[in-house]
């Protein structure tokens, strides 16, 4: 009586077999008239110098360094102490200029 | 005048396909053909071969500009013929019947027999069989399109986990897992089977 492991090679070996054998199984062609006169349809390849075409490439190519550039400087904008740094310097312009004289009666 | 397809260097024709001579993509096609056919027959059911092959050559015609000179043409197209294939697939099960679990007595009876299966000429005969087509049919419908795809590349045709990670452009590591899971599951779906060869 064989083994398990034997059974299982042999079957799995025989379906092996049975897979290699579809390659040479003389069915179905590559129908080269009916995919030219689809290729034909589809007409002439857009060419490299199509400026439109160059245009959308390099746009699409640039978009994650864009984005990228984006969020960092929101993230930097967003850090920056903008608003206290605003509020001194409103300080500064408000103040009423004090003359010596003025200091002096006070 | 009638042109020696085969001394044609590949890049020189999709070179002039590309400038826009659509006509010159038919010596690609007809030096082609058979390669791509050999692939499609293996994977995909006799009656979709002609359409899936056209379809193979038509997203080869409109990817052309991707292809480079450092490439081997043969290779570049057969990523693309296994990728198609896999798509059939991938299509095909979303819209699939439940596939057919249960054997009939003539595969009982063709499982019996290969227990006997002793010479190589028996084991040939064994693999020819209808029976032995139906049944791993019925082996493959069972498994998802990934697992389907693996199964044929690296345990089926023995392709290695890198060459099999190049044609449907996943990592190494991830045809190797699926590799592993996929097997696994086959060898559940065979076991009946093994079972039946020890006879009702």
Not at chain 2, 5 to 32: R, T
Not at chain 2, 174 to 195: E, M, Q, T, Y
């Amino acid at each position: 009586m064989t083994s398990i492991f034997k059974k299982t090679d042999l079957l799995t070996s025989i379906l092996r077999e049975t897979y290699r054998l579809r390659e040479t199984a003389n069915n179905g062609d590559a129908g080269c008239a009916h995919t030219m006169e689809r290729i034909r349809r589809i007409g002439p390849l857009p060419t490299g110098n199509d400026m439109k075409m160059w245009f959308e490439h390099v746009v699409w190519r640039l978009s994650p360094a864009v984005l990228a550039l984006i969020l960092i400087t929101a993230f930097f904008v967003t850090r920056l102490d903008v608003w206290s740094a605003h509020e001194v310097f409103s300080l500064f312009e408000n103040t009423e200029e004090i003359t010596l004289a003025q200091l002096f009666i006070q | 005048m009638v042109m020696d397809i085969q001394k044609l260097d590949d890049f020189f024709i999709v070179s002039q396909v590309i400038e826009g001579n659509v006509n010159a993509f038919e010596h690609l096609m007809k030096k082609y053909q058979e390669d791509v056919l050999k692939i499609v027959r293996k994977h995909v059911p006799v009656n979709d071969v002609e359409e899936i092959t056209q379809d193979i050559f038509v997203r080869a015609y409109q990817s052309l500009s991707g292809f480079k000179k450092k490439n081997r043409f043969k290779q570049w197209l057969s990523v693309i013929a296994v990728r198609t294939c896999y798509d059939f697939w991938r299509k095909r099960y979303r819209s699939r019947e439940k596939p057919i679990t249960e054997l009939s007595d003539r595969h009982r009876d063709w499982l019996q027999h290969l227990s006997a299966v002793q010479s190589h000429l028996s084991y040939h005969e064994a693999a020819q069989k209808k029976e032995a087509c139906e049944l791993l049919n019925a082996a493959l419908d069972q498994l998802s399109a990934k697992e389907r795809i693996i199964i044929e590349l690296v345990h089926l045709e023995g392709l290695s986990g890198k060459e099999a990670a190049d044609l449907l452009g996943w990592s190494v590591a991830n045809v190797k897992i699926r590799s592993f899971r996929a097997r696994k599951k086959l060898h559940g779906i065979l076991a009946p089977w093994i079972k039946e060869m020890e006879g009702r």
